[in-house]
């Protein structure tokens, strides 16, 4: 039993970063109808971003979180009129391939920056092992689950009480009427970089923090894309709990398959989905998929 335990609380703590992940993948493609690819390298930009304000300001966890996140949320926007803004008009087809570009330039930008070599990165948090019943937990990991239950809330009240929020719901309803009725489709598009980016900054910080910061990180954004198909790609909680479960499945396959089997049960998960529930657990059933 402690075994079960332990492989399902490790499963929620990868299953936390994926959610994270999850849902700026989701919140772009909620808002635009575009799926970016670009996800995961901007997971691993913003927490380069933020090791570099940590050597360079010494700061704490939580003023580091607040220093991160607007900058995170301004290098998305940068990125989004540079890159997606001028691509407004064409195939859905050709936006994607922009933030493939777009995933390209970045990797090669953080080795030119950064270098290629891994870091230790403990972004002001304690080491201290921490008992829950009889599962260990570093504080690291429990800021991780934290922080996911935190972005959960914080998005469902925007998306449903905000203007801003509500107005990004028109736009994902029905983006033509949205316009008629005055919500300006290119800031909620910005909007949506700006958010994502800083869910980004939140997810990368962290999973450095527990793991370790290297240049491999964005491919953290492949391995989150079974949350966003399991929660819905429309679907911006949908996508963290789908983060969750694959999360659990993947310790579970680990621990009770094989070392192999972690790899792949979650895109197993996504094969079964799309044949079962294409539009995920809680996804539109008319969304289209790119």
Avoid: C
């Amino acid at each position: 039993m402690d075994f079960l335990l332990l492989l399902i609380a490790t499963g929620l703590v990868s299953g936390a970063a994926y959610g994270l992940i999850a849902m700026g993948f989701a919140l772009i493609y909620k808002s635009t109808g575009v799926v970016n690819f670009a996800q995961g390298e901007l997971v691993m930009l913003t927490a380069y971003i933020a090791f570099s304000l940590s050597n360079t300001l010494h700061l704490s966890f939580l003023p580091l979180v607040l220093v991160t996140v607007p900058i995170s949320m301004a290098v998305g926007l940068v990125l989004e009129r540079v890159f997606i803004r001028p691509m407004l008009g064409e195939p859905i087809f050709a936006i994607v391939m922009a933030t493939v570009g777009l995933a390209v330039i970045l990797r090669g930008f953080i080795i030119i920056v950064w270098g290629s070599q891994p870091f230790n990165f403990d972004a002001g948090i304690s080491s201290t092992v921490v008992m829950i019943g009889t599962i260990p937990f570093y504080p690291a990991q429990l800021y991780l689950i934290a922080a996911l239950a935190l972005v959960v809330l914080a998005m469902w009240l925007f998306l449903r009480f905000s203007r801003y929020g509500i107005a990004m719901r028109a736009v994902a309803a029905n983006e033509t009427a949205a316009m008629l009725v005055g919500v300006s489709v290119s800031r909620i598009h910005a909007l949506a970089w700006m958010l994502s980016a800083g869910i980004a900054a939140i997810a990368g910080l962290l999973f450095a923090a527990n793991f370790k910061l290297a240049p491999d990180i964005w491919f953290q954004g492949l391995r989150s894309f079974p949350a966003v198909i399991l929660g819905g790609m429309d679907s911006v909680v949908g996508a963290a709990a789908g983060g969750l479960i694959i999360g659990v499945i993947e310790n579970l396959s680990q621990g009770y398959v094989g070392e192999g089997m972690r790899e792949i049960a979650g895109f197993i998960v996504i094969i079964l989905v799309l044949m079962v529930r294409p539009f995920g657990l809680y996804g539109s059933r008319d969304i289209e998929r790119v």
